[in-house]
């Protein structure tokens, strides 16, 4: 079946650096991409999204890069901060607009 | 406030006996979702819904119930829960097609 997968499950950065995390997913089909962060003790919450008519868009400190040609979405964390540790996870829905989660990535901010 | 409410927040039984938590969304949203977390295996989906009286299964709907007998309700029912039921459970809602999940705060389940 398909599947939406993440390159490291774990993320060690410093306080003050850029954070990326990446994401592959495998049905072309997929038309929307979502990124979730999820605080321990809590449920994931929507950080950004991004429709496949873009390659890239921006929010407040984070950017989502779309790159169909290699089936790959990325969220590039600006100044990464105490408060951005969490597990990220991405998100893919296509013709059953049903979503699929990849397996969540954990990022560790060190002050 | 707009928000998914999932009870109870922890929930401690024993094999067999049956138990039911309950989801409530204040947006009126059509889509409904409940996913269980695992370690290492992310968010699976047990059981979905369109619309009220329409429920499907989703990845991982054995041992589960679900009923959307309203729109703003959808509770998730296990009839004999078993140890490998033991996990944490996220019910999620969601407006149009290709829009954001709203998620609840977790339900941890575990099932002795």
């Known amino acids: 079946g398909e599947s939406v997968g993440l390159h490291l499950p774990t993320l060690s950065v410093q306080e003050g650096d850029n954070s990326i995390i990446n994401c592959a997913y495998s049905?072309?089909?997929?038309?929307?991409f979502i990124w979730y962060k999820q605080e321990s003790g809590k449920g994931p919450q929507f950080i950004i999204d991004?429709?496949?008519?873009?390659d890239k868009r921006q929010g407040q400190r984070v950017t989502v890069l779309l790159n169909k040609t290699v089936k790959h979405l990325s969220l590039q964390i600006a100044a990464t901060q105490p408060g951005d540790s969490a597990v990220y996870f991405c998100?893919?829905?296509?013709?059953?607009?049903?979503?699929?989660f990849g397996r969540g990535t954990s990022l560790i901010v060190h002050p | 406030e707009a928000q998914v409410t999932q009870n109870p927040r922890y929930l401690i039984t024993v094999t067999g006996k049956k138990l039911t938590v309950t989801c409530s969304q204040n947006?009126?949203?059509?889509?409904m979702s409940w996913y269980r977390q695992d370690p290492g295996l992310g968010l699976r989906q047990i059981y979905y819904?369109?619309?009220?009286?329409?429920?499907d299964k989703g990845d991982v709907p054995e041992g589960y119930k679900v009923s959307r007998k309203e729109k703003r309700n959808f509770p998730l029912i296990l009839e004999s829960p078993s140890p490998n039921q033991t996990s944490l459970y996220f019910c999620?809602?969601?407006?149009?097609?290709?829009?954001?999940?709203?998620f609840g705060s977790g339900t941890q389940l575990s099932v002795l």
């Open positions: 998100a893919e829905s296509g013709g059953s607009y049903i979503p699929t």
């Open positions: 991004i429709r496949s008519n873009m």
């Open positions: 999620a809602s969601r407006g149009s097609t290709n829009e954001k999940l709203f």
């Open positions: 947006m009126n949203h059509e889509y």
């Open positions: 819904s369109m619309n009220v009286e329409v429920t």
């Open positions: 049905n072309s089909a997929s038309d929307y």
